[in-house]
């Protein structure tokens, strides 16, 4: 069964920094893409950052471009989030999500993805 744990969440002032984590269990990890979404308060949810199979690709979206950075360890199943600059608008539940197996390439899209964590909350105060 696959699991896909997030964690690292929490409240911060804007400007500041977090990292969240995804450990996944379950999947051959290496054999897919990844990617975070986030869901705020009466919003849908949002694409925010992408990564190959390998790591050596990635794919923000626009609004934390420059901010926010995807990474992953295949070693120890985990895909990262490492946020900086944080500003309210942020605050939000954010997701981990799994392509299919053999799916590598990084994407936007929610549809893409097969397999979703329960989800972590940023809270970014003002």
């Known amino acids: 069964q696959v699991h896909l744990v997030e964690s690292g969440g929490g409240l911060v002032q804007a400007g500041g920094s977090l990292t969240l984590s995804c450990a996944a269990s379950?999947?051959?990890?290496?054999?897919?893409?990844m990617g975070w979404f986030r869901q705020a308060p009466g919003k849908e949810r949002e694409f925010v950052a992408s990564?190959?199979?390998?790591?050596?690709?990635?794919f923000n979206a626009d609004s934390v471009k420059g901010r926010f950075t995807i990474s992953r360890d295949n070693a120890k199943n985990t895909v990262y989030l490492q946020m900086n600059s944080l500003k309210f608008e942020d605050t939000a539940v954010y997701y981990c999500a799994a392509r299919e197996l053999g799916y590598r390439t990084a994407q936007p899209l929610s549809l893409s993805y097969a397999y979703w964590g329960q989800g972590t909350q940023v809270t970014v105060s003002s």
């Open positions: 990564v190959n199979w390998s790591g050596d690709t990635t």
């Open positions: 379950g999947l051959t990890f290496s054999g897919r893409a």
